[in-house]
């Protein structure tokens, strides 16, 4: 506790502001053009500039509003307990730069209930908030293209025009991770699966089969953390955090910047160089994988291997049991469990196999594990690097 | 083809408008003259909020696509398999959209294609794209 105080106590400032209000009590901008103009008002107060701004803070849908403004956060806080969300992200915030998570971070908030009524033509009496622009209704929910899968289909079918990526590589990232599936009594699926059998499931939406695709499962999962101190003091062997960072890239995946390189291509090496690792010290790789291609292109950006070469990497089966680079141990979103937001799972496991939890699966005396979450549709992606010792 | 029919958000009534005479127009921002997608109130480069609706030349060119196999939102079973894609616009915007009148299998990244029209029930077109020339 005294510990976060002297951490956080002149380590940050606030250097710019704006509001707005109106004697009618009505404004004439609403929405995200509202929040928009205020961050404008609040950069040019602070003699910032939109380019200067890695972090994000705004209670609900601060994604959204960073892709928005164009904005690839490093940072987002999408805290909201009500009317203290704003102190409470400017106390994360202060955390967060302290910490050399991110460098600027702008709070946004607005709105607009009186205007919001007259809006709201015969509104009756529905105070809510207006309802934000949905850009996705507007701009891709009319092409019918399947959700989620459409979307890691299009970086798939990128991937595979721009770097020669086949189906058969995909596909061996499905037969390893079955491989794991098979030591986890737990796993949803366990039986072998080989490369055809990914290549003759159906096709959902090209060019991802029906085996690229993770589950639809239910699960659940928790984590306890304190400090470091206190941690020596519990009977489990602690499992130290040793890095963690952040980087969103959009919301909506038309909107992605280049849609075979995600956010891990930021988040990835911050983490890394805040634990003080490389990549052969890492022993387990616990990588999202929704789909195939996502954890392809996490192999990629964390820099396991180079741009355009994960088809390559993937194809000797290093990622199975016994190989190099042992990924997704618990056998996965693709076969494991996936209840919809998986990242709980990824820490989950790596927590078991850095204390030597794991049983038939466990690996040999591994000591750093990386938890490598992506949010969205590949739009936000954390990196967590996790270790037995400080 | 049954379609979800896209609801008009107030800053982007001139795009919507205009597709009823099946033009296509793109949000410029004066300020940096240069467009960005999708629609918006400010410029996603500079923040600026002096944004002008010009016509573009409806071209562009295959950036990735998918066929769906199974029916999307608003689709039916009659509807696949049908090409969702995202288009990159000579103007160097990149919009998501359909490929159609070709078969899916013939759609392939980089190819070159137009816009063309899907009637919407009030009047209003939705742009898609087909194969150019």
């Not at chain 2, 609801?7 to 597709?19: H, I, K, L, R």
């Not at chain 2, 409806?58 to 696509?65: D, K």
Request: with cysteine; charged share 20%; net charge negative.
């Amino acid at each position: 506790m005294a510990l976060t105080t002297r951490t956080l106590r002149g380590r940050s400032a606030i250097v710019g502001v704006a509001d707005a209000a109106s004697p009618t009590g009505e404004l004439d901008r609403h929405g995200r053009a509202l929040e928009a103009a205020m961050v404008r008002e609040a950069l040019a107060d602070a003699g910032l500039t939109l380019d200067d701004v890695d972090g994000v803070a705004a209670g609900g849908n601060p994604t959204g509003l960073a892709e928005y403004l164009g904005i690839r956060p490093r940072y987002v806080d999408g805290t909201m307990v009500g009317g203290s969300s704003y102190e409470l992200h400017v106390e994360h915030a202060a955390a967060a730069i302290a910490a050399g998570l991110c460098e600027v971070v702008i709070g946004v908030y607005a709105a607009t209930p009186r205007s919001d009524r007259r809006r709201r033509s015969g509104g009756g009496g529905f105070r809510g908030p207006m309802p934000g622009p949905n850009p996705m209704l507007e701009w891709e929910l009319p092409y019918g293209m399947r959700m989620p899968m459409g979307a890691y289909a299009l970086a798939a079918s990128r991937h595979m025009a721009v770097y020669g990526t086949t189906s058969e590589q995909l596909a061996q990232i499905a037969v390893d991770t079955r491989r794991w599936a098979a030591l986890n009594p737990r796993a949803r699926y366990r039986d072998p699966i080989t490369i055809d059998d990914v290549l003759s499931s159906p096709m959902q939406a090209s060019p991802l089969h029906l085996l690229d695709c993770c589950l639809v499962t239910d699960g659940a999962g928790a984590f306890v953390m304190t400090s470091a101190e206190r941690a020596r003091d519990l009977p489990k062997r602690p499992v130290y955090v040793l890095g963690a960072a952040t980087c969103g890239t959009h919301s909506m995946i038309s909107e992605m910047p280049d849609l075979t390189t995600t956010g891990g291509a930021v988040s990835g090496p911050a983490a890394f160089a805040m634990a003080g690792i490389e990549h052969a010290d890492v022993d387990l790789l616990m990588g999202y994988d929704s789909f195939t291609i996502t954890a392809l292109l996490h192999l990629e950006d964390l820099g396991f291997c180079a741009k355009g070469e994960g088809g390559a990497f993937v194809e000797d089966g290093k990622l199975g049991p016994g190989g190099s680079l042992p990924m997704n141990t618990n056998g996965g979103g693709l076969s494991y469990t996936h209840p919809g937001q998986y990242g709980m799972f990824l820490l989950v496991e790596a927590v078991r196999q850095l204390r030597g939890e794991c049983g038939e699966r466990q690996l040999p005396d591994p000591k750093v594990a990386v938890a490598h979450g992506s949010g969205g549709v590949l739009s936000t992606m954390g990196t967590v690097v996790l270790g037995t010792e400080v | 083809m049954s379609v979800i029919e896209p609801p008009v958000s107030e800053f982007s009534q001139p795009f919507w408008d205009a597709t009823r005479e099946q033009q296509l127009l793109l949000p410029w921002c004066t300020a940096c003259d240069a467009p960005h997608w999708y629609p918006r109130e400010v410029c996603p480069s500079c923040l600026g909020d002096e944004i002008e609706w010009r016509a573009a030349t409806g071209t562009g060119v295959v950036h990735a696509y998918s066929v769906q196999h199974l029916p999307g939102p608003g689709r039916t079973p009659e509807d696949v398999p049908y090409t969702v894609a995202l288009i990159e616009l000579t103007e160097g915007v990149r919009m998501m959209s359909n490929v159609v009148g070709c078969a899916p299998d013939d759609v392939a990244v980089g190819m070159p294609v137009r816009v063309r029209w899907q009637p919407l029930s009030d009047g209003r077109n939705l742009p898609q794209f087909s194969p150019a020339g």
